[in-house]
Structures are given as C-alpha cells and as structure tokens.
C-alpha cells in the first residue's frame, strides 16, 4: 500500500529563492517536474543521521562563533532543530516506529571527506565530538550504529535490519542534508524504499546547500515533509495496526 502524502508550502517557499528563472520555466514546461507525492509504505523506520557534537558545537552559539571551535559545526540553525526532533523521536517511539542513530566513525577507521584532518577536528573538547547530543539520546531500543561513508547504506547492516524487519519506508533525519542525509536518501531510494525526508528536521552549515537538497531530493527521490506531517503518518499506520 502507498500512503499519499500532500507537499508543504512551507517547503517550497524555502528552496524558491535558490531558483532560477531558468529552471523555474524547465519546471513548468516539462513532465519531467515532479507532479504529485510520490507516497510512503505502511512499514516505517526512522534514520537519524550525524546528530552529534562536532555537528553542532558545544556550547551552543551562532555558527560563525561556533567554527572557531568546532569546524564542522553548523551552528544556532542545527541546535534549534535537534529541539524540534527530540519530541519527533518520541512521537515514533510511541507509534511503535523503530529508530536508528548514525555517526560517524573515530577517523582512526577511516576518513571520508577529503579535507585535511585539521581543518575537521574541534579545538574545543568538551564532550567526545562522535557523541550523539544528549538532547536527543537514543532510547531504550534503539540502534546506534557507526558509518564509515556519507550514506548511513555504505558498509553497514542498515539494509539486512530494514528487509529483516519488513519495512518498506525510511524517514530520514540529521544532517549534513546536502551531505550524509541526501547519500542516503539516494541509497534508499536506489535499494527501492520509499523515503520521506523530514525537511523541517534536517539541517546543513550552508542555507543554499540545505534549500536545494531538498529541492533536488523532493524533485527525484523522496517526499520532503514536515514533522507533523510525519507524525501523522506514524499514528494513522498505528491506527491501521501496521506499524
């Protein structure tokens, strides 16, 4: 079965400004625009990605403040949805909706992003940057599993515990939405999931990076939602008794 799921505005009005006159007339004249949802299954599985300290920064502060410390950090922007998906996260939970966390590996397993280990690594120690961020610590049955590649797919169980477990939908979390989120989107939607991307829920250090990632992501391979939409979601399959 496939669950319709109706576009936010809210979206759209983001990723408008990032357009240009050009592709806002290929969009108009071509069938190849996207027309309508493309719909979740009736089996979901959430998929947080990178919600820890070197994303974010400790303390919190506005990301030109933050990389002075944490060069990886994305900031106030990051800090303030990570709030918002503590509640989100719970709201699975309580639907019966299973949650994995995703974060990197210590770069002594491998590495990557191509720039210089320098350039990545916090000045600042605090807390173990490869931490999950205590606002939105996993729960009791919950996965935490370790990534060595941008895509939460690349050399992981991820897909023997979806197929495992009968799901057939992913709704992804986290950030870098440009970065991790968006390669495993394509992932999943290349192994023949149905994806939502929660976009009020995922985040990137640059605006014209998040905005057109979703964009891109809502146009071929995922439906971009908000988090209540995606709520809804999980409590009517609840309700279906199919979660």
């Given at each position: ?231 809804e979601y999980f ?7 199919v979660a």
């Open positions: 079965m496939t669950v319709p799921i109706t576009a936010d505005a809210v979206f759209e009005d983001g990723w408008a400004p990032y357009l240009t006159e050009r592709d806002r007339a290929v969009l108009a004249a071509t069938s190849w625009a996207k027309q309508v949802p493309f719909g979740l299954g009736s089996r979901p599985f959430v998929v947080a990605v990178d919600l820890y300290y070197t994303a974010l920064g400790l303390p919190r502060a506005d990301i030109l403040e933050s990389v002075a410390d944490w060069p990886s950090s994305c900031g106030a922007a990051g800090w303030e949805v990570v709030d918002r998906t503590a509640p989100f996260l719970q709201a699975a939970r309580d639907a019966g909706v299973r949650v994995a966390y995703f974060h990197a590996t210590p770069p002594d397993y491998g590495r990557w992003n191509r720039k210089p280990a320098p350039a990545l690594q916090p000045k600042a120690r605090a807390v173990n940057g490869n931490d999950i961020v205590a606002e939105v610590a996993p729960a009791a049955g919950d996965l935490v599993l370790e990534k060595i590649g941008p895509s939460c797919f690349f050399e992981t169980p991820l897909d023997t515990i979806l197929r495992a477990g009968g799901h057939d939908t992913l709704l992804v979390v986290g950030e870098a939405t440009s970065g991790c989120v968006r390669s495993t989107v394509v992932d999943a939607c290349s192994r023949g999931y149905r994806v939502g991307v929660v976009g009020d829920l995922c985040f990137d250090r640059f605006e014209s990076s998040h905005w057109l990632s979703l964009f891109d992501l809502n146009q071929k391979y995922a439906d971009v939602l908000t988090a209540e939409a995606a709520v409590q009517a399959e609840t309700r279906r008794g």
